[in-house]
């Protein structure tokens, strides 16, 4: 099998919210979520959709950037290769366009990734969940994502969370430690009983995490992601030996050989892993793997996921059995989609759908209407 055409869809879907995060908004209501969407053909005609949505003030990547990376440089050198061969498509990617850090433009990358992936199970008549050879759970549970300025605005947030059902609540902090606790005693009023856990990403100094760490540990929550910089490795090991909750990495875990390094330095303990912050679904089952087997604490997430990078993410978290609530959040956020019918839901939980491939069906129509226009 080889691929014979792969075509680019820019999108902007609505947002119902906007998210915050130290830097500012992800995104504004007027921006809306904004997808560069990947429709790969085989010569057999089989089609396979994938999705890069980057998320400029979380990592480095643009709408332009990743549309401008997979149009002239990603594109012409994966015409007529095996789809079969997704480390082969990876090799000549990463050719192209050098991996850093993280897998070198891996938001980019990860919508081939999940195209080719979609491409050859639905040739094999397979899901991707039986692909990846294993099927621990068969849904996710999502968790909702709390965004507030002050104490009593993050209680109503929590309480609208509450009565659409949700159970878990990941609480976006690292802007002004004071008021970061305050809201989070607020949160912890309102959800009591239930998994609450604040993501900082990386706003906090050292010092400050120390504080918020005490302050959060007294709280009875278990859990922090991303207190500091990704680049703090000493503060990171210091951070962990200080409390007994599981300091998790995300900005730190964008790629395999900064994890692996993270690893032999004795600084990380939990991984939050996404199927687009890690270059596609290749390198998050590695990623998975990896922790699996370090036996650290392994966490699903996601990039306000559209349904496309939402079902890669679940089929890949159901098949390692992820069963701490995960952050996948489109649905929460965005307004509209391109299905052709509704993503199936249990309640908050996210189901594995059952159909070939990423299980889900584009409507070409819908993707027409929700153009994009890139012209500079
Ligand atoms: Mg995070």
Known sequence: MKIERIELFPVVLPLKAVLTLPRGASRTLAEGKQNILVKMTGDDGTVGWGEAGPSRRWSSETTYSTYTTIKEYLIPVLIGRDPFDIAGLHQVMNTEIAP????????????????????????????????????????????????????????????????????????????NPEIDVENMKAVMEVAQGHTVWPDANQGYDLDQALRMAK??????????????????????????????????????????????????????EGVVVKVQKVGGIHYARQMCDLVRNAGMKLIGSGLMDAPIGFAAAVHVFAAYGIDYPTDLNGPQHLSDDYLAEPYPMDGQSAMVPEGPGLGITIDEDKVAALKLDLSL
């Open 215 to 268: 302050a959060f540990e007294a709280m009875g929550i278990e859990l922090f992601e991303q207190p500091i910089p990704m680049t703090d490795v000493y503060g990171m090991k210091k951070l962990l030996n200080s409390t007994s909750m599981n300091i998790a990495i995300d900005e730190a875990a964008m790629g395999l050989p900064y994890l692996v390094e993270l690893i032999r330095r004795e600084a990380v």
């Open 100 to 175: 850093s850090l993280d897998a070198g433009q891996p938001i980019a990358k990860a919508a081939i990734d999940m195209a080719a992936h979609d491409l050859i199970c639905k040739h094999l008549g397979i899901t991707l969940q039986s692909w990846l050879g294993a099927k621990a759970l068969d849904r996710i549970e999502l968790s909702y994502l709390v965004s507030a300025p002050n104490p009593e605005k993050i209680a109503e947030v929590v309480q609208k969370g509450l009565d659409e059902g949700f159970k878990a609540f990941k609480v976006k902090v690292g802007h």
